[in-house]
């Protein structure tokens, strides 16, 4: 005791110290209940330490009072009795698995579980390996405290970090460990080579366990049945029937007998492979040897012949078993109700259900799933709906969510959707969550049966629970089940939650071309176009096919806001995807941009009509012709009448020349009437005229006579005032030669040469 006094002070504050100290002294813990410390000088080793003080406790209804009564110094009362349970004290073993699962394997580390562990004996190294939270922080713990002399492993520190390293699939390491035992002085025994096969087994490399299995042999380890059940498991995993077979005679050549285990193992593996008629000698054989089949061999036995569908010899059997006084379990009946159920025998599968109930066993989640489903392919649905009711009375929820898709499914096909959507809430009483797909499968048939309000509140919980988002589900929202909603709600001004959950779908990869119209055209429908070119943009860069339809209504809700520019825009994305647009779209499209003043936008729509062959909206293209000639876009106008006439569709080139003409736009008409003449189109001789006097009235006499001499030329008509009016003003403006040549051309009087001089002139 005083050598413990004695220590430093910052030795006694250590927190470790208290621990190790309470692991080395044990029982004499009670001998420092009442230690106290202390740093005063005066104090002596040997001085007898006084009691502490009662506290006084705050619940006390009548403390007693203190000889000397210090009002002042209440606070130098006892500490307070903390209320509740008092926690137990961690174990070193716990902190030291802490440790390590908090901090990389260093030094510092060794050295800090150095400092909290004096000794390190048996218990505490395997309590530890048994512990650790990471299967390299146990091999790294193994190896170090061998390697620093900490302690020398025995042969259940080796057993342990063998079976902790072949569960984690750390075989090379767990091998190495077992072949160095001998080194250091432990002999193998068989459960040594057991638990390393089994892993290798486990791990799918049947090679490695065969080799361990002959080096047993080799190294002197004797192999009994347990050896032997370990391999027959491991290769009849795999399929290896034929190398059981040989290793069975192998071991019936050393004389190791086979166990009523041994047979169990051979006949599941047989019946793996769908060897039935090796799975039923053997089962004749095991009984030929006195070994009795128990309810695991009749099970398997059962189980196998459910698997190529003969029912007969699992009655058979089963009838056999209750003659040798083997009570059947669960599994049994489970088996058997499975094996009904998949030759379509889904009566027997109930009789057999109840009488298992009548003989007081309880059915598991297994057995409620075999017998749902064929229950629900039956149309038997009061009794589904009976057996899932009593499955929630238990609360026992089956291991595959399917099955409740099959009940909902044959619920719906019954007509009965309230009893379908009775299935979400009996989930969610078993803590199941709904998938989409639950959901789907009622939404689906209420869309067909017209009940969209219930609907709609059945979308709202499937989008606000995020089970579309559910990556973990196996049953997604299927194409039958969202589509008709999306349509629906598009149809009915509720597009923005069609496109919420269809964004959702989106995310897992859904690109439905019928949902992206049906949003395309609810938001053309409630005047929101912006967001319908959102979608058509993302399925331009999807490569989606968008429908003629959804252009058309996109463009016409573009117009209806007077938006002309977008419109444009989504109908040349319609061209470029190789639809056609109808006449009436054409015409609204140019009408609208018409209307806007963006005409040459409106031309080159017009373009793409004509040239598509179109030859409607005559009065439009007019309109066009004129604002083009007008605003000075002459070239474009004459290109788009050019492209008229090679199609047959004729401008009226008299309303033309008098608008340009009235509007005092000479150089226009002038071209014009040049593009007439040289292609010889039919032109009223008073459209001449008016292009004549607006010329003159513009006082280019010299353009006139050109145009004249032109209209001589090709034999053209005009009135004989305006030309005798255009000799005037030439002669007074001093175009002598000009008024001469245009004279003799008016009355004929000039000859060749006249003539030449006025072609010239032209």
């Given amino acids: 005791m005083s050598s413990i006094i004695s220590l430093p002070k910052s030795q006694i504050l250590n927190p470790n110290f208290f621990s190790n100290l309470a692991r080395i002294t044990g ?128 042969r259940e520190t080796h057993y342990k970090i063998i079976d902790i390293l072949g569960k984690a699939a750390k075989l090379n390491h767990a091998r190495c460990i077992l072949l160095d035992m001998p080194k250091k002085g432990i002999k193998w025994d068989e459960d040594l080579f057991i638990v390393l096969i089994d892993s290798y087994g486990k791990s799918g490399i049947v090679q490695e366990s065969v080799k361990i299995f002959r080096s047993m042999e080799e190294l002197g380890v004797a192999r009994t049945i347990k050896s032997y059940d370990v391999l027959f498991k491991v290769i009849m995993r795999r399929g290896r029937y034929m190398m059981a077979k040989r290793y069975f005679n192998k071991m019936l050549s050393e004389g190791i007998n086979p166990s009523r285990h041994t047979y169990n193992v051979l006949i599941w593996g047989f019946f793996l492979s769908s060897r039935v008629s090796t799975a039923n000698r053997f089962f004749e054989d095991m009984k030929s040897r006195e070994i009795s089949p128990d309810v695991v061999t009749y099970n398997t036995m059962i189980n196998g012949f459910n698997r190529v569908k003969k029912i007969d010899e699992c009655e058979r059997l089963f009838v056999e078993m209750k003659g040798k006084n083997i009570e059947p379990t669960v599994i049994t009946y489970t088996t058997m109700i499975k094996g009904y159920v998949n030759v379509g025998r889904v009566d027997d599968g109930l009789k057999l259900f109840q009488e298992m109930k009548g003989f007081g066993m309880k059915p598991n989640d297994f057995t409620y799933s075999a017998l749902l489903p064929g229950l629900c392919d039956a149309d038997k649905m009061a009794d589904a709906n009976a057996i899932v009711k009593e499955m929630v009375h238990r609360h026992i929820a089956p291991k595959d969510n399917f099955v409740f898709l099959q009940l909902i499914s044959g619920q719906c096909k019954a007509g009965n ?151 444009k825009t989504v109908f040349d994305c319609m061209i470029e995807t190789g639809h056609n647009p109808d006449s009436s779209l054409y015409g609204s499209v140019m009408g609208s941009l018409f209307e806007d003043g963006r005409v040459q936008t409106a031309s080159r729509v017009m373009k793409i009509m004509i040239e598509k062959g179109l030859k409607e909206h005559k009065d439009l293209v007019s309109k066009i012709l004129e604002a083009l000639l007008l605003r000075g876009h002459v070239e474009e106008a004459l290109g788009r009448i050019d492209l008229m006439m090679n199609v047959g569709f004729d401008p009226d080139f008299d309303h033309l020349l008098s608008v ?72 007074e403006q001093g175009n002598t030669k000009q008024a001469d040549i245009l004279l003799r051309l008016i009355n004929g009087t000039g000859g060749k040469k006249v003539k030449k001089q006025a072609s010239v002139a032209a």
């Fill in 27 to 154: 029982s004499q813990q009670h001998a420092f209940k009442s230690l106290h410390f202390s740093t005063s000088s005066s104090s002596s080793p040997d001085t007898p330490l006084p009691e502490p003080e009662t506290p006084i406790s705050p619940h006390d209804p009548d403390p007693l009072p203190s000889q000397n009564p210090q009002p002042d110094k209440i606070n130098n009362l006892g500490p307070r009795t903390p209320r509740g349970k008092h926690r137990n004290p961690e174990k070193i073993e716990d902190v030291i698995c802490r440790m390590m699962a908090n901090r990389a394997w260093t030094t510092r580390l060794q050295n800090s579980i150095r400092s909290l562990v004096p000794v390190f004996d048996h218990n505490l190294v395997y309590n530890v390996l048994h512990g650790a939270r990471n299967p390299d922080h146990a091999l790294q713990f193994f190896r170090w405290v061998e390697r620093s002399g900490l302690f020398k492993h025995d």
């Fill in 417 to 567: 959707l309230e009893a379908a959507a009775d299935v979400l809430k009996f989930m969610m009483r078993l803590n199941i969550t709904p998938e989409a797909g639950h959901y789907g499968v009622i939404i689906e048939n209420l869309c067909k049966n017209g009940v969209y309000d219930e609907a709609v509140k059945l979308l709202d919980q499937l989008i606000e629970n995020g089970a579309v988002l559910n990556t973990t589900g196996k049953l997604g929202l299927g194409s039958t089940a969202y589509n008709p909603m999306i349509e629906y709600l598009c149809n009915n001004g509720m597009t923005n939650k069609a496109e919420t959950l269809f964004r959702q779908l989106m995310k897992l990869g859904v690109l439905d071309p019928v949902g992206f119209n049906s949003l395309i055209q609810g938001h053309s429908i409630e005047g929101s176009p912006d967001s319908g070119f959102e979608i058509l943009k993302i399925m331009m860069r999807k490569n989606v096919p968008c429908k003629e339809a959804s252009y058309k209504s996109l463009i016409e809700s573009y117009l209806k806001k007077n938006e002309p520019a977008d419109a």
């Fill in 660 to 731: 340009v003409c009235e509007k005092g736009k000479t150089i226009a008409a002038v071209k014009m009437l040049d593009y007439v003449l040289e292609r010889d189109y039919t032109v009223d001789f008073s459209s001449y005229d008016k292009v004549l006097d607006a010329l003159l009235a513009a006082g280019k006499t010299l353009n006139a006579y050109s145009i004249l001499c032109k209209i001589k030329e090709k034999g053209g008509v005009t009135d004989k005032s305006s030309g005798e009016e255009l000799i005037k003003i030439l002669n």
